[in-house]
């Protein structure tokens, strides 16, 4: 089993900044990919960025430039630091990690989720 602690989120003006932070921990691996993904009222979740082992990342068109994601493989945490927000980007924000055990089979995790909502 694996879990997953988020902090960060909540509430910031348009133009404000935040930082989401996700510590996983259990029995894993390795954790081969992390990352964030979120999910605006009436509307699907959908990846915000995602990040491997070896700094590899992945951005989703509507953040890039204004998120980044790094993680400590040492400590095995993840951040998103959000800047430049618009009202837009307000959603619930899901910490995802994908472990892999010695045999090499992968397990999907997920955090139980932090708001963000950003005002006008």
């Known amino acids: 089993q694996v879990q997953l602690v988020e902090s960060g989120g909540g509430l910031v003006q348009a133009g404000g900044s935040l930082r989401l932070s996700c510590a996983a921990s259990?029995?894993?691996?390795?954790?081969?990919?992390m990352g964030w993904y979120r999910q605006a009222p009436g509307k699907e979740r959908e990846l915000v960025a995602s990040?491997?082992?070896?700094?590899?990342?992945n951005y989703a068109d509507s953040v890039k430039g204004r998120f980044t994601i790094s993680r400590d493989n040492t400590k095995n945490t993840v951040t998103l630091q959000m800047n430049s927000l618009n009202p837009e980007d307000t959603a619930v924000f899901y910490c995802?990690?994908?472990?892999?055990?010695?045999?090499?089979?992968?397990?999907?995790?997920w955090g139980q989720g932090t708001q963000v909502t950003v005002s006008s």
């Open positions: 995802n990690v994908v472990t892999q055990n010695v045999w090499g089979s992968r397990y999907d995790y």
């Open positions: 259990g029995s894993f691996f390795s954790i081969p990919v």
């Open positions: 990040i491997t082992t070896g700094g590899r990342t």
